[in-house]
């Protein structure tokens, strides 16, 4: 069956620092790959999406992501952190041909110190 | 491009009411419509899947006489809490995908709906 693991449910950094939020997958292809950002009492927005071709992707807000078929992750990055970037992130699989859904990993709180 | 609203942002109601709410995507077609539900400090929970002009597909284990959902375009879907309990009270997202270029393949969701049931 197709899971989502994020295996750290709280991330503190420092305002600067850099930063990598781990998502990994189960699946028995390659599915299509997202990061999405949810600030409190918000919606998500979309990050990044690896589909196919380049392994590294380019996002908004400075992040990338980069997916490693042979560790079966998709791991979210950023050089330099920002104050505003402390939010929930969200890695996601999907879409499904068995109806067209997407599975969310749990998810990953950031906070980000002065 | 791919905005999707969802109204009410914020509602509160009493309890053995109903509460609509309401979805939209507002630059493209939506073919598929998703509502999820969200609790405190957790992931999204998916209620079900709509496709435009066809029947919800329900989750296992959500009341489809509970929460009605209506997906009558392809830009507007409706999510319907019937007899709102306190139990009931939550975040929900919407979200919309479509097949055209740019959106495809791709989930968009609105910034949510919280619900207060008194």
């Not at chain 1, 991330?11 to 999405?36: D, K, Q």
């Not at chain 1, 992040?63 to 050089?79: D, G, H, I, T, Y």
């Not at chain 2, 009605?68 to 809490?81: M, Y």
Request: net charge neutral; glycine share 8%.
């Amino acid at each position: 069956a197709q899971s989502v693991t994020q295996p750290d449910i709280h991330i503190t950094v420092s305002e600067g620092a850099s930063l990598e939020l781990r998502c990994n997958y189960s699946y028995g292809a390659t599915p299509y790959l997202f990061w999405y950002v949810q600030s409190p009492g918000q919606g998500l927005q979309l990050l990044l999406k690896y589909f196919s071709g380049d392994t590294l992707v380019q996002g908004i807000k400075g992040f990338e992501a980069e997916f490693k078929r042979s560790q079966s992750s998709f791991n979210l990055r950023k050089p330099s952190v920002h104050w505003s970037d402390a939010a929930e992130y969200f890695c996601a699989v999907g879409p499904f041909s068995t109806g067209n859904q997407f599975y969310f990993g749990t998810g990953t709180s950031l906070t980000v110190i002065p | 491009g791919a905005v999707v609203s969802q109204h009410p942002s914020r509602v509160i109601c009493k309890s053995g009411t109903s509460v609509k709410i309401e979805c939209r995507s507002l630059d493209f077609q939506a073919t598929t419509m998703f509502w999820y539900r969200q609790f405190p400090k957790q992931s999204l929970m998916l209620m079900a899947t709509s496709n435009e002009g066809s029947k919800a597909t329900y989750e296992q284990g959500v009341e489809k006489d509970k929460f009605l959902i209506n997906h009558a375009s392809l830009t507007l879907s409706t999510l319907t809490v019937t007899s709102a309990h306190p139990e009931d009270s939550s975040f929900y997202i919407c979200s919309a995908t479509s097949t055209g270029t740019g959106t495809s393949n791709t989930q968009y969701f609105g910034p949510g709906t919280r619900l207060t049931v008194l």
